[in-house]
Nanobody, 124 residues
Framework: QVQLVGSGGGLVQAGGSLRLSCAAS????????VGWFRQAPDKEREFVAA????????YYADSVKGRFTISRDNAKNTVYLQMNSLKPEDTAVYYC?????????????????WGQGTQVTVSS
């Protein structure tokens, strides 16, 4: 069993930066791909970024490519999402998720464990 705790959200002005963290319990986490998703008010949850279990491979949604960076430190059981050049449209609750599989995925339904979400608000 894996438990995830997301943190690092907050209020920032457009153009600013935030770093989200996803801390996990259980050593199994180190073998799982991890994704970040977000959900804005009245919108469906959408994929943001994913990283392989080793950290060697990453994948991003087009809307954040070049601005966000996902990384992981398996020794600390933590995955990060560095968000730069933030825009008002990045405002959402951000969730981290882990998948009991070898490959990354962009689909909500293919993740097995979810964090509680952390609010990111970008003001214009």
């Amino acid at each position: 069993q894996v438990q995830l705790v997301g943190s690092g959200g907050g209020l920032v002005q457009a153009g600013g930066s935030l770093r989200l963290s996803c801390a996990a319990s259980g050593r199994a986490f180190r073998r799982y791909p991890v994704g970040w998703f977000r959900q804005a008010p009245d919108k469906e949850r959408e994929f943001v970024a994913a990283i392989s279990w080793s950290g060697d491979s990453t994948y991003y949604a087009d809307s954040v490519k070049g601005r966000f960076t996902i990384s992981r430190d398996n020794a600390k059981n933590t995955v990060y999402l560095q968000m730069n050049s933030l825009k008002p449209e990045d405002t959402a609750v951000y969730y981290c998720a882990a998948r009991e599989a070898y490959t990354m995925s962009t689909l909500n339904d293919e993740y097995d464990y979810w964090g509680q979400g952390t609010q990111v608000t970008v003001s214009s």
